[in-house]
């Protein structure tokens, strides 16, 4: 209230005037709320009039505790978001205003946990923000992420290069208002049990399930023909599956994460064992005789078992290598040693992809040979009466002999005879031919026998005939054929030797007769003397001889009659027409 006052002397008025002087309104600061609905507003205070609050815009409702005239009321929201409240200072007619901007931004909540089975991608569930700028960044984790389409949408799509356990935070930025939230996302692999395996000679194999992102894998057994035990346990993803019998197996290996996660996947393992076969019995046969049948066998139950055989002597009628079973064959052995083939089998077990070798096992085939005579199968001719001496001989070691002559027309002593070793034998032949004797030799070695024929000619020895007993005078030629038994001269061609013939009587008067020393077919031709008076004899010892072979010598004796010899004195005188006397 101001006065006016006009003093003139002792004369003095005044007048008094209301001045209202009212602040011009002023809303306070523009603010920014985070995470809640209400604000504590600074309009000022006014000295005179009336202040008073309104909404001018904004997405929701406001109201104003305690009441819309408070300079520092209390204004609540229905709805996040920029609101723009002013404050009306009126005055009488003097009315001021201001506008204050009140951003009421969400606080950040970057949404549930989650657990993702098998996926490296994950939707995000930030809460959408009325005002202000979300973001969306890494705080920790295995690998690099990608948010699509971008770091500012609340429910990106969070792509992650790594399996694993990942913090996200979603910040609402509202000017000086930050507020953030995370969230834990857990990328669990897909439970992978590695690669089919099929193995050889082994009860034992590192398995090959995935490692757990963030869970617990654990192993178990599905199925098989035996146990199981899992080294160092059945939570290790590479752990030792020991089995206790040879087969077939499905092992599960399954990932668990938490409640929200949890996948299983099978492999099948085939535990096979080694090949095997039976030991093949050895065999010992002759040469030309049928091998047993090899067939092999095995005690596996497992898959199919193979053979591979080889053979270190093709020579004896089976070839250097073969599969499978060996048949029936003809052993060969044409040497003079036995052949002692080796016969190496190599068993392989198949099953599926797997070829399992085992150890090999060897058996002989041995092909003893034919036991042969080396010596002469046609020995000499032998002339009769003459000893024949054969010594059998083999080139195969220990061969024995054993013989048998059976009876031959013509052969003398006729038989049969038999021995063993050597033959030391005398035949006679007194027939005019040459007459063939078989020795049927059986020959014995390692088993095998042979039978082979020797055989040996024997030449007929000349028989000069008994008591022979031709004549001839004294002073004759003497011409006498020899007779023969079983020849005929000239045309056989006998030969006969002869010392000189024995005369009988032992006379001056008895002479004649000369030796054959070199043998010949001609007759007797000797001429003798014989002025003994009586018959003499001269006896020829003949021996015949045909083709090299001589006969028995025999005597012929010639009678040799005397040739008359008159008395020297047989001359006489006489008188004529006398007697003589």
Do not use: H, M
Not at 134 to 142: D, L, V
Not at 326 to 335: C, E, L, Y
């Amino acid at each position: 209230v101001l006065r006016w006052t006009i003093l003139n002397g002792s004369c003095s008025t005044q007048d008094d005037v209301t001045i209202s002087y009212a602040e011009a309104a002023n809303a306070g600061p523009d603010q920014q709320r985070c995470g809640v609905l209400n604000v504590t507003l600074a309009g000022n205070t006014p000295s005179v009039g009336t202040g008073t609050w309104t909404k001018v815009s904004g997405p929701g409702t406001v109201t104003f505790a305690p009441n819309a005239n408070t300079p520092g009321a209390t204004a609540t929201v229905s709805l996040y978001g920029t609101y723009v409240l002013r404050w009306t200072i009126l005055n009488g007619s003097c009315s001021t205003q201001d506008d204050v901007t009140i951003s009421f931004a969400e606080t950040a909540d970057a949404g549930p946990d989650q657990g993702l089975c098998g996926t490296l991608a994950a939707t995000l569930s930030g809460n959408n923000y009325s005002v202000g700028t979300g973001t969306w960044t890494k705080i920790s984790g295995p690998g690099t992420v990608s948010f699509t389409p971008n770091a500012n949408t609340p429910g990106a799509t969070a792509t992650v290069s790594l399996y694993g356990t990942y913090v996200f935070r979603w910040t609402i930025l509202n000017g000086s208002c930050n507020t953030f939230d995370e969230v834990t996302i857990i990328y669990e692999r897909s439970a992978s049990a590695g690669p089919p395996q099929d193995l050889c000679n082994t009860l034992s194999t590192a398995l090959a399930g995935n490692t757990p992102a963030a869970g617990t894998g654990t192993w178990s057994l599905v199925s098989g023909p035996g146990t199981v035990s899992f080294t160092p346990n059945a939570n290790a993803p590479a752990a030792t599956a020991t089995v206790s019998t040879y087969g077939e197996y499905i092992f599960k290996w399954t990932i668990v994460n938490g409640s929200f996660c949890s996948t299983n996947a099978n492999v099948t393992i085939n535990y096979n064992p080694q090949g095997q076969v039976n030991q093949p019995a050895d065999q010992v046969l002759c040469n030309g005789e049928n091998t047993i049948a090899v067939n092999f066998t095995t005690t596996n139950t497992i898959g199919t078992t193979t053979y591979d055989w080889t053979n270190s002597q093709p020579s004896i009628g089976l070839a250097a290598s073969g599969t499978g079973n060996i048949p029936s064959f003809t052993a060969i052995n044409n040497g003079t040693a036995p052949v002692v083939a080796t016969i190496t089998v190599t068993p392989t077990l198949k099953n599926g992809p797997a070829s399992c070798v085992g150890p090999s096992k060897s058996f002989t085939i041995t092909v003893n040979p034919t036991p042969k005579l080396s010596s002469s199968l046609t020995p000499p001719d032998v002339c009769s009466n003459t000893a024949f001496t054969y010594t059998p001989t083999s080139a195969t070691s220990g061969t024995s002999f054993s013989w048998v002559r059976n009876p031959v027309p013509g052969i003398t002593p006729a038989g049969p005879t038999s021995g063993t070793g050597a033959v030391n034998e005398t035949l006679r032949n007194i027939t005019s031919s040459t007459i063939a004797v078989t020795y049927e030799y059986t020959l014995s070695a390692n088993g095998c026998t042979n039978v082979q024929n020797v055989v040996v000619n024997i030449k007929p020895e000349p028989v000069i005939t008994t008591g022979q007993n031709p004549s001839v005078c004294s002073g004759n030629a003497l011409n006498y054929k020899i007779l023969l038994d079983n020849f005929n001269n000239p045309a056989d061609n006998v030969l006969f030797t002869w010392p000189a013939p024995v005369l009988n009587p032992v006379d001056p008067g008895f002479s004649g007769g000369s030796a054959r020393s070199v043998p010949s077919s001609a007759n007797i031709t000797d001429i003798f003397t014989n002025t003994t008076g009586i018959i003499g004899t001269a006896t020829y010892t003949v021996t015949p001889i045909k083709d090299g072979c001589t006969g028995t010598p025999v005597t012929v004796v010639v009678n040799v009659g005397a040739e008359p010899v008159l008395d020297p004195n047989l001359n006489k005188a006489v008188c004529s027409n006398a007697p003589l006397e």
